[in-house]
């Protein structure tokens, strides 16, 4: 089977490449993803697989191979793109200005459908079933995955174990990382609205500044995370945005703070929230003024499976060669797959993008990201190899 998976993914990296260049043209905003999911049915529908719609415009495939009940295995991919506007200049760049796939979702999705090719071509040669999720909304909150579980997806049949990979810029393509247990950070977004008295700038007596009361906000909030968390408990805590008044002489009647709060501990996470609504009440109101706080939950921690993982990794050296896989550094960005593995043993892992030599290097959610597209190979051939591989329960 693996010489097999590997001839396969070798063969039809070519349509992997157009799939993903046409996928890259046509981006789409979150819970938008009409388009994508067309594209995906028709290739499904091509295959001979079946699939329902969920939650407006995920795709949900099954495959099944011999013993479909012998173990279920889902594998996932997202759909969204940012609202960004790409720099490059390619020939598949996007065709829709202020939107671009800027964060890997089109290789993502291009990566699940080879595989679905794949394991359609071979399924008379391994067990079980595999459930395909083409997932909506991962860029926006409350994250496709929470509203997909709602929806019933990890139910008839219930998968035993998930997957999903993600693009990753600073590995040369080629290569992939895994890492057990906490990999990526919580993520909630923190609306903070400080209400004063406005006025006259050169009577500050007779006002309520909610700038100077906002000033201080900002400063008290850092202590939440350098005075009240353990130092070894990564977090972080950041207010990006400031909005109040608009001339020199008038001290506006209130100002509105956003920010993000990010967590790599479920408990702290929800200590953190009390905390920082404390602190900014307290402060607020002993300066005069008021406040109203709005703290938006977000996606959990994405912890992988340890057993799962470990041996996830262990069959891609098999499938790449050992030189070919590494350790994937913990990040505190996030990602809400996370949602998937508070349910199912989960394991996330990285696909190599980089390549140095022709200049393929920057970051996800930038103006330039582009990838190394001899990765959609590795990608697509390491999630079939997995689905048939592994066993959740070892």
């Known amino acids: 089977m693996q010489a097999r ?49 969920m939650a407006g415009t995920g795709v949900i495939g099954l495959i099944k191979g011999n013993n479909p009940h012998k173990k279920i295995i889902a594998l996932r991919a997202d759909l969204d793109a940012l609202p960004i506007q790409e720099e490059n200049n390619t020939s598949y760049q996007s065709c829709k ?36 999720i083409f997932q909506p909304g991962e860029e926006k909150n409350p994250g496709g995955a929470s509203l997909l579980i ?9 998968p035993t174990a998930i997957f999903a990979l993600h693009v990753h810029t600073a590995l040369e393509a080629g290569k992939v990382s895994f890492r057990g247990g906490k990999v990526m950070a919580s993520a909630d977004e923190i609306y903070i609205t400080v209400h004063g008295k406005g006025g006259h700038a050169a009577s500050p007596q007779a006002v309520i500044d909610p700038i100077l009361i906002s000033a201080q906000l900002i400063t008290a909030l850092q202590q939440v995370i350098s005075r009240r968390n353990d130092p070894f408990n990564p977090s972080v805590l950041s207010i990006t945005s400031i909005q109040g008044g608009n001339t020199t002489n008038v001290i506006p009647d209130q100002v509105k703070l956003m920010g993000t709060f990010r967590a790599l501990n479920e408990k702290w996470r929800f200590e953190a929230h009390e905390l920082i609504k404390k602190t900014t009440e307290q402060l607020v109101e002993s300066m005069g003024g008021k406040a109203d706080l709005h703290i938006d939950i977000g996606y959990p921690c994405v912890i992988n499976e340890i057993n799962l993982t470990k041996q996830a990794q262990q069959l891609a050296c098999t499938f790449l060669g050992e030189p070919n896989v590494a350790e994937t550094e913990i990040r505190m960005g996030a990602e809400d797959f996370g949602f998937y593995a508070q349910e199912i043993p989960a394991c996330f892992f990285r696909l190599g993008t980089r390549n140095t030599e022709k200049g393929i290097t920057h970051g996800v959610h930038t103006s330039k990201f582009d990838v190394d597209e001899s990765a959609l190979e590795q990608g697509a051939g390491l999630l079939a190899w997995l689905a048939v591989t592994v066993n959740p329960t070892s």
């Open 97 to 132: 200005p202020g939107i671009m796939h800027a964060c890997g979702h089109d290789v993502h999705t291009a990566c699940l459908l080879g595989a679905a090719k794949i394991l359609v071509e071979t399924k008379e040669h391994w067990e079980g079933t595999i459930k395909l």
């Open 150 to 158: 709602k929806e019933g997806v990890l139910e008839n049949p219930r």
């Open 5 to 53: 998976i590997q001839q396969l993914a070798k063969a039809y990296l070519p349509e992997l490449i157009n799939w993903r260049r046409h996928l890259h043209q046509h981006p789409e905003l979150s819970y938008q993803e009409f388009e994508t999911a067309k594209f995906v049915q028709d290739k499904l529908s091509e295959w001979g697989i079946p699939f329902q719609v």
